[in-house]
């Protein structure tokens, strides 16, 4: 670690999921644990995690976006966003609805510091450092309230970020302290890796490459990613591989059988 390393406000000893991420995407802002972590990975397999899932992903949440302001949502938060990348949520969703209003939420500092550049000059728009493992902070965090009207549907986006989060921290209870805050009309859009279609040997590979990461990585079932969406109504197409989510809403990414997607709708009790 270098001295300048020792002076930032987060250890980067350990590998960053959003900086990995960053990494994979031929971002800039990850360090020496992060490529190594990340290097493992794509040793392990190929471009399969390094490029093809995360590019899957991208596109669906840039897809799902798209879809949601044009079905009338103006109000976005991003839980887990990762570093800026190009097509972020504020600049999709802005396209449409120019008075979009969006919070990106990520518990890695750095993200915050490259937010608030990239955000300077949009009123609308914020970026806070808050943990989903906590979703009483975020609900009541005083920049989200700022901008987010919980008396108006809000869509959730929880893109590649619930495999980041173990059992024991109840990913099914996270989820619904956000769901009980939401009024009728407001959407979850989510992506979650899945345990149905990858070889058992590779599955493996990713785990230990993640294993001393900030946040360990879980594989899960596509029934166990269907309750996560429990108190929800999933929209047409379902729950599918990303690739094959409303394909027509924006540009397509590469197809892997390692994840399920879907948006879906709070309606009425």
Do not use: C
């Not at 390393?5 to 980067?12: A, E, G, H």
Request: no cysteine; proline share 7%.
């Amino acid at each position: 670690m270098s001295i300048d390393d020792q002076r930032l406000p987060f250890d980067v000893s350990k590998p960053s999921p959003a900086r990995m991420y960053d990494y994979f995407l031929g971002g800039k802002d990850n360090y020496a644990a992060d490529r190594e972590a990340g290097d493992r990975v794509k040793a392990a397999l190929g471009e399969v995690m390094s490029h093809d899932i995360v590019w899957e992903n991208r596109r669906f949440l840039q897809r799902a976006v798209r879809f949601l302001a044009e079905s009338g949502i103006e109000q976005f938060i991003d839980l887990g966003t990762g570093l800026p990348t190009q097509g972020n949520v504020h600049e999709i969703a802005q396209q449409v609805v120019p008075g979009a209003r969006v919070v990106y939420v990520d518990n890695d500092p750095i993200v915050l510091a490259h937010g608030r550049a990239l955000l300077a000059t949009n009123a609308t728009t914020t970026v806070i450092t808050a943990d989903v493992r906590e979703p009483e902070a975020i609900l009541g965090n005083a920049d989200l309230r700022a901008l987010i009207d919980f008396s108006r549907p809000v869509a959730v986006l929880s893109v590649a970020l619930f495999h980041f989060i173990r059992d024991a921290e109840r990913p099914a209870d996270i989820l619904g302290t956000f769901r009980a805050r939401l009024r009728p009309g407001s959407y979850l859009a989510l992506s979650h890796l899945t345990t149905d279609g990858p070889p058992a040997d590779e599955l493996a590979q990713v785990v230990d490459a993640y294993k001393n990461a900030t946040s360990p990585i879980v594989f899960r079932p596509r029934e166990e990613i269907r309750a996560l969406f429990d108190g929800f109504e999933i929209t047409d197409p379902g729950l599918i591989r990303p690739w094959r989510w409303r394909p027509g809403y924006g540009p397509e990414g590469p197809r892997t059988d390692w994840l399920y997607a879907g948006v879906a709708r709070l309606n009425e009790a």
